[in-house]
């Protein structure tokens, strides 16, 4: 009885400590956020820039939130829970984080919640309807996508919630994008300074509406406007009156820090070529988007065919100096997007038929750079390709992407005909594995007019000529359609970069070219948290579709097998426990 006694005694004091542990430990991680990012991407991990960017925040900045609502559908509140599992991470690097989830409807008249649903509008964060079905049948709910954010006296709205580009599941897309739209937007606040980009105009480039859709993306992060080089020196310098009397001038270095040159089709003056080549040697960057030759596909709406030939741009003495040259070729590769081609009527209505068109190069083929990481497919049109040449020490030189094993090589000039979409491809042909169609190029440029310097370039001793840049990037594309966007002539809106009009397609060519202005602008911490690449797992349909009986057995007994074994383990401890204590 008495060893029964102190059993008992000790069994208490055993299960009153374990309840004392529990709710101290309890207690004490309710003040603490401790999380282990187990994943093998480390996909829940903060990038280091974004941690150098809390740890030196030199104000608080508040962030609410509004995705919170009574009747906000489950995937909302579970990307709900996302966004306050990544501001805790925000919290554990800076104390200057605070945050909050807001419902900024509840309680409030239907007008009320209109007149907000207006100031949100104005703000930058577009309600969301959401159809939803109950037994009063369907109704529609509104979902705040984002949240605004405020730092010192400047606040700035960050869409939390996007669309995946290629219409897959938003939820899995909006978090992996999620870091990104945060501290994207913080660093607008934090960082005041706007990077500036410009296209270029007056050589026959795509105009405002064949790039209004990369102008558009860009807005959100830069100053953004074209820029007609008209020979004049002053189109890409400031340059103002230092002395009214004397009639000096100052040069106060370059008006932007980025040039997007897209698509050229006529040729470059000396007087251009030189005002683009001083830019670059004040340590101007520059991304080229270059078709070396004349071949599109609106040359064969009319025709099936069309007479090829290289395009006279009058760069070459550019590219070379800068240790690149676009050859005046073709790619056909057999990893390549469909083009339809009509096969007559029915009804009064044509119909269509889609054919692989090796014009058309579905790009696969990228290098391990953060430019390039992430991406999948590029969609391409009548691509060239890009080589390195000269031996200049001071240029790092990147391959970014490359065409497929399996290409061809077309000179020019020759005819490109819509033939070839029906003959049988000769594979002896298409034996050219890899070829470069974007490179980078960074280091220190020698200027292509070094020695060759006209004395009317040069007359003004205050403008200065610059023979060696400093340290500066330059992407080249051999492609200008990768950056054209087509307009919906309905609306007058944009149709996204890279989007396939046939197929209703969408590649990754926006991405490519955010990040190529990111790594220009020498943002690397938005670069570097854009390229984090996020492996999500997905089930095997086919197998789940042939062994679904054996899953769902094994994940029916399995737990039931281990809580039996646990179960006869515990009884027999506590017998043999139980049959000791008895014996003495």
Request: aromatic share 12%; with cysteine; hydrophobic share 40%.
């Amino acid at each position: 009885m008495n060893n029964s006694k102190k059993y008992k005694k000790s069994a208490l004091l055993g299960l009153a400590l374990s309840l004392i542990i529990l709710i101290a430990t309890n207690i004490i991680f309710s003040f603490l956020y401790v999380r282990i990012d187990l994943t093998q991407d480390k996909r829940n991990s903060l990038s280091d820039k974004t941690i150098e960017l809390l740890e030196n925040l030199e104000e608080k900045i508040y962030i609410k939130v509004y995705l919170k609502g009574d009747n906000q559908p489950a995937d909302y509140n579970l990307f709900a829970k996302k966004t306050e599992d990544i501001l805790q991470e925000f919290r554990r690097y800076s104390n200057k984080v605070f945050f909050e989830f807001i419902d900024p409807v509840k309680g409030k008249s239907q007008d009320e919640t209109k007149a907000i649903f207006s100031e949100f509008y104005k703000k930058g964060l577009v309600p969301i309807p959401i159809s939803q079905e109950d037994a009063a049948g369907f109704s529609t709910h509104y979902v705040i996508p984002g949240a605004i954010i405020t730092y010192k006296v400047k606040e700035a709205p960050a869409t939390l919630v996007v669309s995946d580009p290629n219409g897959e599941d938003w939820l899995n897309y909006s978090v992996q994008e999620l870091e990104y739209n945060l501290i994207s937007t913080i660093r607008q606040l934090v960082s005041p300074k706007v990077r500036s980009i410009a296209f270029t105009d007056g050589h026959g480039e795509l105009n405002f509406w064949n790039t209004s859709w990369m102008m558009f993306q860009l807005q959100r992060f830069y100053s953004v406007t074209r820029v007609n080089l008209d020979g004049k020196i002053n189109s890409l310098r400031n340059i103002t009156v230092a002395d009214t009397v004397n009639k000096t001038i100052k040069d106060l270095g370059n008006k932007f820090d980025v040039l997007v040159v897209a698509q050229p089709t006529t040729p470059f003056s000396d007087m251009d070529k030189y005002i683009i080549d001083q830019h670059v040697m004040r340590g101007g960057r520059i991304l080229w988007l270059i078709d070396a030759t004349n071949a599109s596909i609106d040359s064969l709406q009319n025709s099936n065919e069309m007479f090829a030939m290289e395009r006279p741009l009058n760069l070459n003495t550019l590219f070379f100096k800068y240790g690149v040259r676009f050859n005046a070729n073709l790619l056909q590769d057999l990893n390549c997007s469909p083009l339809p081609i009509s096969e007559g009527n029915v009804g009064g209505q044509p119909q269509y038929k889609f054919w692989a068109f090796p014009y058309f190069v579905n790009v696969v083929n990228f290098s391990n750079h953060p430019i390039v990481r992430k991406l999948k497919n590029i969609k391409s049109s009548f691509a060239g390709t890009v080589d390195f040449v000269g031996g200049e020490g001071e240029l790092q030189k990147t391959i970014l992407m490359t065409s497929s094993e399996r290409t061809k090589m077309v000179p020019t000039p020759s005819i490109v005909s819509l033939g070839v979409i029906k003959g049988k491809p000769n594979m002896e042909e298409f034996a050219f594995k890899y070829l470069p169609m974007a490179v980078l190029v960074e280091g220190k440029f020698k200027s292509a007019f070094e020695g060759i310097l006209p004395v009317e370039f040069d007359t003004i001793k205050e403008l200065g000529f610059v023979k060696k840049s400093p340290e500066t990037r330059q992407i080249f594309i051999a492609d200008g359609d990768i950056i054209r966007n087509y307009v919906d002539p309905k609306t007058n809106q944009p149709f996204p970069a890279g989007y396939d009009f046939y197929t209703k397609k969408l590649y990754d060519n926006t991405e490519l070219l955010l990040n190529c202005i990111n790594y220009l602008c020498a943002d690397d911490d938005l670069l570097q948290i854009r390229s984090k690449n996020f492996k999500i797992g997905t089930l095997n349909p086919q197998k789940v579709r042939e062994n679904s009986n054996l899953y769902a057995i094994i994940n029916i007994s399995v737990p039931l097998i281990l809580i039996t074994v646990m179960g006869v383990v515990l009884i027999i401890v506590r017998k043999r426990n139980f049959s000791r204590k008895k014996f003495k």
